[in-house]
């Protein structure tokens, strides 16, 4: 077991790049238990047993953009598109407040730039009608004006995953006409404007290597993000990457396809997705780290499994639930039981069960908690 690595992470709060390559390729259970455990300990010294709730309201699948694997995707015939009105949303606000929640994610599709006023009187909206609640945004990349707007309109947190940081991986995963440099100018924007930004990928995406991750890795690690939201990547039927497991580099051999998706990929991504949140716990004992709804999706006790290895959020799905099944970023996306709203208290007694316990307050980034 390789103890040191891992002691030289928590003190170094940073490895070589040769460093997060065993990490990463290491197959040894003992040191990914160890890698967890110790990841956990740095997070229960800095937020106690206590989880942040997020409400999630999924206010929109219309999206003008056609990433390769995700579900709504602009040539995805197969749904039905909506828009929730404004008073619908300050509905499932209201619903959330009541039920406990003072932050409010709102994330959609890439809306046109003709909708920038409003999102802007949403964030208004809620703003005036729950001043005490964060309002956190995840609507992709937009124009550096929309973003100071929403800012200057109560939106205090953006969520905008880089989702790779090489550009021929980039090119891969998304369309001609997206660029990885325009991804990251919107995120240096978000931060210089003051958002507490949130940036992060897919964990076993289509074609990823270990090297691609390792850029990851030293991309944050010089951003700096004040949220790292990390989730196994999950085929969607109806996306170019549907039912099919396209090759990711795994321990130095391609895991999977292309061809059927199999059980080891999976397992595979669900390691890799651990590992990743107990490196950046070490890296971020600060940070605000999601146990993300794709990690619950891909096992029963996904959520457990990332709050254990680290991760200090959760982001029920607020979403009206006639919406539920068309806001498919993947297949079999969770959305009921804990990972729902409404059930809040199953999510206590799971997290009451490994000795965890929501936390009401707003959970803002800060260098000093506890
Ligand atoms: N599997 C897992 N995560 C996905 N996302 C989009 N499509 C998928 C998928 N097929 C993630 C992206 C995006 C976030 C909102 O959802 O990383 O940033």
């Known amino acids: 077991m390789n103890t040191e690595i891992v002691d030289t992470l928590k003190r170094e709060k940073r490895l070589d790049a040769a460093g997060y390559r065993s990490l990463l390729e290491s197959r040894d259970p003992d040191t990914a238990a160890y890698l967890h455990e110790t990841a956990k300990g740095v997070s229960v010294q800095r937020f106690g047993r206590g989880i942040y709730i997020r409400g999630l309201i999924e206010f929109t699948n219309i999206c003008r953009n056609d990433c390769l694997y995700c579900g709504i995707r602009k040539s995805n015939r197969n749904i039905r598109r909506y828009m929730l009105a404004d008073n619908e949303i300050i509905d499932r606000c209201s619903c959330g407040y009541g039920l406990g929640f003072r932050t409010f994610v709102l994330q959609g599709g890439e809306l046109p730039d003709e909708k920038d006023d409003f999102i802007e009187e949403v964030c208004r909206l809620i703003h005036g009608r729950f001043p005490d609640c964060a309002i956190t945004l995840?609507?992709?990349?937009?124009?550096?004006?929309?973003?100071?707007?929403?800012?200057?309109?109560?939106?205090?947190?953006?969520?905008?995953?880089?989702?790779?940081?090489?550009?021929?991986h980039y090119a891969m995963?998304?369309?001609?006409?997206?660029?990885?440099?325009?991804r990251l100018r919107c995120i240096a924007r978000l931060k210089a404007i003051g958002y507490q930004t949130g940036t992060g990928i897919m964990a076993g995406s289509p074609y990823q290597t270990v090297d691609n991750i390792i850029e990851d890795i030293q991309y944050i690690q010089a951003l700096r993000p004040q949220m790292i939201g990390i989730g196994p990547f999950i085929p969607h039927k109806d996306t170019p990457f549907g039912g099919l497991c396209y090759g990711t580099e795994y321990r130095n051999r391609t895991v999977g396809g292309p061809g059927p998706a199999t059980r080891e990929a999976e397992d595979?991504?669900?390691?890799?997705t651990l590992k990743l949140i107990s490196i950046f716990r070490l890296m971020f004992p600060d940070a605000l780290i999601p146990a993300t709804t794709a990690l619950a999706t891909v096992a029963n006790d996904g959520r457990e499994k990332g709050i254990l290895?680290?991760?200090?959020?959760?982001?029920?799905?607020?979403s009206p639930p006639w919406t539920r099944d068309s806001y498919s970023l993947y297949d079999d996306k969770a959305s009921s039981g804990s990972e729902s709203a409404e059930g809040l208290a199953e999510l206590e007694s799971r997290l009451a069960r490994i000795g965890y316990h929501i936390d009401f307050s707003r959970g803002d980034y800060s260098e000093n908690c506890i």
């Open 309 to 318: 290895s680290g991760a200090n959020v959760v982001m029920p799905n607020l």
């Open 138 to 168: 995840s609507l992709g990349e937009r124009r550096e004006e929309s973003y100071r707007r929403f800012f200057n309109a109560g939106a205090t947190r953006y969520l905008l995953r880089h989702e790779t940081h090489n550009p021929a």
């Open 268 to 272: 595979m991504r669900l390691e890799l």
């Open 173 to 182: 995963l998304h369309p001609a006409g997206m660029s990885l440099e325009n």
